[in-house]
């Protein structure tokens, strides 16, 4: 499979009495698409946010290019951290910056860039994510749906990263906004040499854009492998969820596409 890139180990995420991961193990590996699922309640965003640092677990190991991001002094975890880049669902840009300025911000406090300098670099994002640079000067109430996901998907690669995190990023968009960000992912993927960790609930972008899925359930991995694997696991939320007429529907589309795998 390559080099595992994320290694979690044991790991347990407690609530109160609550418990919501339980023995939970994953990898994601170098240059991969890796879709997450689950069920409302498995812990999808627990687990994303465990894998950022933002949550601390109750017990478990999460391990990041062979280090503990938890356990590092705050200089080299925020150098580690420069090797993310997150997309949160609702794009979570400050309404009070332009799109430029936006994507802009992480280049100016972590890379030391002058003003000028990270916003030329940003209208680069900008062409990157397929947005025109007009697009630079308006503010995130000006933009459609899909704008604010590029927009968001910009900020996310300025500081060039290794490892991109994707929280249900076709969410909110319709059909053919979705299909056009999942390609934009695909090609961004190919031609930047990212690994992609992508939460979704988007049976479409399953099949067209993820190399495995890893299915949250029975507060652990139930399964991570190749889709037609997932698929036929013997498992009730499993089979209703790629067997029903959504998944049915996605998968067709997939195997009826030009040049899908």
């Known amino acids: 499979m390559g080099e595992a890139i994320i290694e979690v180990r044991h790991l347990v995420n407690r609530f109160g009495t609550q418990t919501v991961h ?3 193990a994953l990898d994601l590996y170098r240059g991969e698409v890796l879709g997450v699922v689950g069920g409302s309640g498995t812990g999808k965003s627990v687990l994303l946010r465990s894998i950022l640092g933002l949550r601390q677990a109750n017990a478990g ?3 990041v290019f062979g280090e503990e991001l938890l356990s590092l002094s705050p200089e080299r975890r925020s150098r580690l951290e420069r090797r993310f880049g997150v997309l949160y669902q609702r794009g979570a840009l400050f309404s009070s910056l332009t799109v430029t300025e936006n994507i802009a911000l992480p280049l100016i406090e972590h890379a030391g860039l002058s003003r000028a300098s990270a916003e030329r670099l940003a209208q ?3 062409a990157l994510v397929g947005l025109p640079r007009t697009a630079g000067d308006k503010y995130p109430t000006e933009l459609s749906g899909g704008m604010i996901k590029r927009a968001a998907l910009g900020r996310a690669l300025a500081l060039e990263p290794d490892i991109l995190f994707l929280d249900e990023p076709t969410a909110g968009l319709d059909p053919i906004g979705a299909a056009a960000f999942d390609q934009l992912i695909l090609t961004l993927r190919d031609a930047l040499g990212l690994s992609v960790f992508l939460v979704t609930h988007d049976l479409d972008t399953l099949y067209t854009i993820c190399d495995r899925v890893a299915v949250l ?8 492998d190749r889709l037609d694997v997932v698929a036929a696991t013997d498992n009730p939320w499993i089979h209703d969820y790629f067997h029903g007429p959504r998944g049915r529907a996605a998968e067709q589309a997939a195997n009826g596409a030009p040049g899908s795998p």
């Open 22 to 24: 339980q023995d939970l």
């Open 61 to 63: 190991t999460v391990r």
């Open 124 to 126: 680069v994002k900008l």
């Open 217 to 224: 359930a029975e507060k652990r991995v139930l399964v991570a």
